[in-house]
Protein backbone atom coordinates (compact mmCIF):
# COMPACT_ATOMS: atom_id res chain seq x y z
CA UNK A 1 0.00 0.00 0.00
CA UNK A 2 1.92 3.31 -1.18
CA UNK A 3 0.24 6.47 0.07
CA UNK A 4 0.96 10.13 0.17
CA UNK A 5 4.32 10.40 1.42
CA UNK A 6 4.67 13.92 -0.34
CA UNK A 7 8.12 12.65 -2.06
CA UNK A 8 10.61 13.55 0.62
CA UNK A 9 13.38 11.51 0.58
CA UNK A 10 14.15 8.82 3.62
CA UNK A 11 16.25 10.02 6.62
CA UNK A 12 18.86 7.34 5.82
CA UNK A 13 19.21 7.83 2.13
CA UNK A 14 20.72 11.79 3.13
CA UNK A 15 23.03 10.49 5.50
CA UNK A 16 26.59 8.90 5.22
CA UNK A 17 26.94 5.30 5.89
CA UNK A 18 28.88 5.89 8.89
CA UNK A 19 26.54 8.73 10.11
CA UNK A 20 23.73 6.08 9.19
CA UNK A 21 25.18 2.89 11.31
CA UNK A 22 25.78 5.20 14.26
CA UNK A 23 21.62 6.30 14.55
CA UNK A 24 20.95 2.82 14.31
CA UNK A 25 23.57 1.92 16.88
CA UNK A 26 22.43 4.30 19.43
CA UNK A 27 18.76 3.29 19.24
CA UNK A 28 16.43 0.57 20.56
CA UNK A 29 15.00 -1.83 18.72
CA UNK A 30 11.34 -2.63 19.40
CA UNK A 31 8.85 -4.80 17.67
CA UNK A 32 5.26 -4.43 16.51
CA UNK A 33 3.14 -6.62 14.69
CA UNK A 34 0.60 -5.67 12.07
CA UNK A 35 -2.01 -3.25 13.26
CA UNK A 36 -0.02 -2.35 16.91
CA UNK A 37 -0.28 0.93 18.25
CA UNK A 38 3.26 2.42 17.85
CA UNK A 39 1.86 6.12 19.52
CA UNK A 40 -1.29 7.41 19.85
CA UNK A 41 -2.31 11.55 18.86
CA UNK A 42 -1.46 13.48 21.88
CA UNK A 43 1.28 11.08 23.61
CA UNK A 44 4.05 13.67 25.10
CA UNK A 45 6.70 11.08 24.68
CA UNK A 46 9.47 12.57 22.80
CA UNK A 47 12.10 10.48 20.72
CA UNK A 48 12.92 9.70 17.21
CA UNK A 49 11.44 6.76 15.44
CA UNK A 50 13.41 5.32 12.47
CA UNK A 51 11.69 2.60 10.57
CA UNK A 52 13.92 -0.58 9.88
CA UNK A 53 11.78 -3.12 8.62
CA UNK A 54 7.58 -2.70 7.69
CA UNK A 55 5.50 0.27 7.26
CA UNK A 56 4.03 2.28 9.59
CA UNK A 57 0.88 4.02 8.53
CA UNK A 58 0.72 7.54 10.31
CA UNK A 59 -3.15 8.78 10.67
CA UNK A 60 -6.06 9.90 12.78
CA UNK A 61 -9.53 8.22 13.40
CA UNK A 62 -11.98 9.90 11.40
CA UNK A 63 -15.71 10.86 12.59
CA UNK A 64 -17.31 8.05 11.06
CA UNK A 65 -14.94 5.47 13.49
CA UNK A 66 -12.47 4.98 10.51
CA UNK A 67 -8.96 5.53 10.42
CA UNK A 68 -7.95 8.85 7.93
CA UNK A 69 -4.21 7.80 6.57
CA UNK A 70 -2.32 10.67 6.55
CA UNK A 71 0.91 9.07 5.29
CA UNK A 72 2.69 5.85 4.88
CA UNK A 73 6.41 5.59 6.05
CA UNK A 74 8.90 2.46 4.78
CA UNK A 75 12.43 2.03 6.12
CA UNK A 76 14.72 4.07 6.36
CA UNK A 77 11.74 6.91 7.10
CA UNK A 78 11.64 8.57 10.19
CA UNK A 79 8.89 10.58 12.47
CA UNK A 80 8.71 12.21 15.80
CA UNK A 81 11.11 14.73 15.01
CA UNK A 82 8.52 17.60 16.03
CA UNK A 83 8.34 15.71 19.95
CA UNK A 84 12.21 15.42 19.50
CA UNK A 85 12.77 19.49 18.57
CA UNK A 86 9.69 20.81 19.39
CA UNK A 87 9.03 19.48 22.61
CA UNK A 88 5.95 19.12 21.62
CA UNK A 89 2.85 16.23 21.70
CA UNK A 90 1.96 13.78 18.61
CA UNK A 91 -0.55 14.93 16.27
CA UNK A 92 -1.09 11.70 14.68
CA UNK A 93 -1.33 8.03 15.87
CA UNK A 94 0.85 5.64 14.18
CA UNK A 95 -0.30 2.30 13.39
CA UNK A 96 2.21 -0.76 12.15
CA UNK A 97 1.68 -2.41 9.04
CA UNK A 98 2.31 -6.20 8.66
CA UNK A 99 5.73 -7.27 11.18
CA UNK A 100 7.07 -3.73 11.74
CA UNK A 101 10.59 -3.41 13.35
CA UNK A 102 11.32 0.18 15.06
CA UNK A 103 14.34 1.86 15.63
CA UNK A 104 13.68 4.35 19.32
CA UNK A 105 16.17 6.84 19.63
CA UNK A 106 15.22 8.89 23.08
CA UNK A 107 16.21 12.47 23.23
CA UNK A 108 19.32 11.55 25.13
CA UNK A 109 20.03 8.88 22.78
CA UNK A 110 19.96 11.16 19.63
CA UNK A 111 21.34 14.27 21.63
CA UNK A 112 24.95 12.02 22.01
CA UNK A 113 24.99 10.29 18.41
CA UNK A 114 24.45 13.82 16.85
CA UNK A 115 27.21 15.27 18.94
CA UNK A 116 29.32 13.12 16.87
CA UNK A 117 27.61 12.72 13.62
CA UNK A 118 26.34 16.50 12.97
CA UNK A 119 25.07 15.26 9.50
CA UNK A 120 22.57 13.70 11.11
CA UNK A 121 20.75 17.12 12.54
CA UNK A 122 21.01 18.92 9.13
CA UNK A 123 20.17 15.59 7.11
CA UNK A 124 16.68 16.04 9.39
CA UNK A 125 16.44 19.58 8.98
CA UNK A 126 16.53 18.93 5.35
CA UNK A 127 13.80 15.99 5.13
CA UNK A 128 11.85 18.25 7.93
CA UNK A 129 11.80 21.39 5.57
CA UNK A 130 10.50 19.82 2.47
CA UNK A 131 7.76 18.02 4.36
CA UNK A 132 6.57 21.34 5.71
CA UNK A 133 6.67 23.20 2.55
CA UNK A 134 4.49 20.06 1.11
CA UNK A 135 2.33 20.24 3.42
CA UNK A 136 1.97 23.72 3.09
CA UNK A 137 1.28 23.18 -1.05
CA UNK A 138 -0.91 20.43 0.18
CA UNK A 139 -2.68 22.65 2.49
CA UNK A 140 -3.28 25.52 -0.17
CA UNK A 141 -4.52 23.15 -2.43
CA UNK A 142 -7.38 21.92 -0.30
CA UNK A 143 -8.96 25.68 -0.29
CA UNK A 144 -7.94 26.79 -3.30
CA UNK A 145 -8.23 24.16 -5.87
CA UNK A 146 -11.33 21.86 -7.40
CA UNK A 147 -11.34 18.11 -6.50
CA UNK A 148 -10.88 16.85 -9.52
CA UNK A 149 -7.44 19.49 -9.74
CA UNK A 150 -6.86 17.97 -6.06
CA UNK A 151 -7.13 14.41 -6.94
CA UNK A 152 -4.24 14.47 -10.08
CA UNK A 153 -2.00 16.06 -7.90
CA UNK A 154 -2.43 13.42 -5.43
CA UNK A 155 -2.32 11.04 -8.19
CA UNK A 156 1.03 12.00 -9.31
CA UNK A 157 2.46 12.07 -5.60
CA UNK A 158 1.61 8.80 -4.88
CA UNK A 159 2.61 7.20 -7.80
CA UNK A 160 6.24 6.01 -8.17
CA UNK A 161 8.12 8.64 -10.38
CA UNK A 162 8.63 6.91 -13.62
CA UNK A 163 8.55 8.38 -16.63
CA UNK A 164 5.87 7.65 -18.91
CA UNK A 165 3.09 6.03 -16.38
CA UNK A 166 2.70 5.19 -12.43
CA UNK A 167 0.01 3.06 -10.51
CA UNK A 168 -1.00 3.84 -7.17
CA UNK A 169 -1.86 1.15 -5.42
CA UNK A 170 -4.87 2.22 -2.91
CA UNK A 171 -8.96 1.87 -2.74
CA UNK A 172 -11.18 4.88 -3.42
CA UNK A 173 -11.85 4.95 0.21
CA UNK A 174 -8.36 5.55 1.43
CA UNK A 175 -7.79 8.44 -1.38
CA UNK A 176 -10.89 10.08 -0.23
CA UNK A 177 -10.01 9.60 3.50
CA UNK A 178 -6.28 11.57 2.40
CA UNK A 179 -8.63 14.72 0.40
CA UNK A 180 -11.11 14.72 3.47
CA UNK A 181 -13.88 13.61 0.97
CA UNK A 182 -16.51 10.95 -0.07
CA UNK A 183 -16.21 8.01 -1.69
CA UNK A 184 -18.86 8.96 -4.02
CA UNK A 185 -16.88 12.50 -4.86
CA UNK A 186 -13.71 10.83 -5.63
CA UNK A 187 -15.55 8.38 -8.08
CA UNK A 188 -16.80 10.85 -9.59
CA UNK A 189 -13.42 13.02 -10.25
CA UNK A 190 -11.58 9.64 -11.36
CA UNK A 191 -14.43 8.57 -13.74
CA UNK A 192 -13.81 11.91 -15.34
CA UNK A 193 -10.13 11.87 -15.19
CA UNK A 194 -10.66 8.45 -17.02
CA UNK A 195 -12.66 9.44 -19.32
CA UNK A 196 -10.20 11.83 -20.31
CA UNK A 197 -7.69 8.83 -21.09
CA UNK A 198 -5.56 9.99 -18.33
CA UNK A 199 -5.83 7.29 -15.80
CA UNK A 200 -7.57 3.82 -15.22
CA UNK A 201 -9.36 2.35 -12.67
CA UNK A 202 -8.85 -1.14 -11.10
CA UNK A 203 -9.38 -2.90 -8.03
CA UNK A 204 -7.41 -1.30 -5.14
CA UNK A 205 -5.54 0.40 -8.08
CA UNK A 206 -5.44 3.66 -10.02
CA UNK A 207 -3.18 3.52 -13.10
CA UNK A 208 -1.81 6.97 -14.14
CA UNK A 209 -1.79 6.19 -18.42
CA UNK A 210 0.52 8.59 -19.29
CA UNK A 211 2.71 10.92 -16.66
CA UNK A 212 3.53 13.66 -18.67
CA UNK A 213 -0.47 14.15 -20.33
CA UNK A 214 -2.17 14.04 -16.81
CA UNK A 215 1.25 16.50 -15.60
CA UNK A 216 0.10 18.68 -18.52
CA UNK A 217 -3.76 18.72 -17.66
CA UNK A 218 -2.80 19.61 -14.38
CA UNK A 219 -0.46 23.00 -15.59
CA UNK A 220 -3.43 23.79 -17.56
CA UNK A 221 -5.66 24.25 -15.01
CA UNK A 222 -3.63 25.43 -12.06
CA UNK A 223 -2.19 28.07 -14.28
CA UNK A 224 1.49 27.49 -12.32
CA UNK A 225 4.60 26.24 -13.21
CA UNK A 226 5.06 22.30 -12.79
CA UNK A 227 6.31 21.64 -8.47
CA UNK A 228 9.04 20.04 -7.83
CA UNK A 229 8.20 16.17 -7.76
CA UNK A 230 5.72 15.63 -9.85
CA UNK A 231 7.51 16.21 -12.95
Known sequence: MRLLDFDTPSLTSL????????LRRAATMMV?????????????????????TGAV??????????????????PGQCFGEMTLFGQLPR??????????????????????VSAVHPAINQAILGMMARRIHALL????????????????KTLLRMAPGAARGGEVLAKQEAIAATLGVSRVAIGTALATLEGQGLIQRGYGRVTIRDRNALQQWLAQRTMLAPIDGLA
Open 15 to 22: LPEDAAAA
Open 32 to 52: YGDGALIYSRGDAHPGLSLVR
Open 57 to 74: QIGNPGIDGSFVVTSVLG
Open 91 to 112: THDSVAVGQTVIDQLSPAAYAA
Open 137 to 152: EFSDDLRRLPLIVQLA
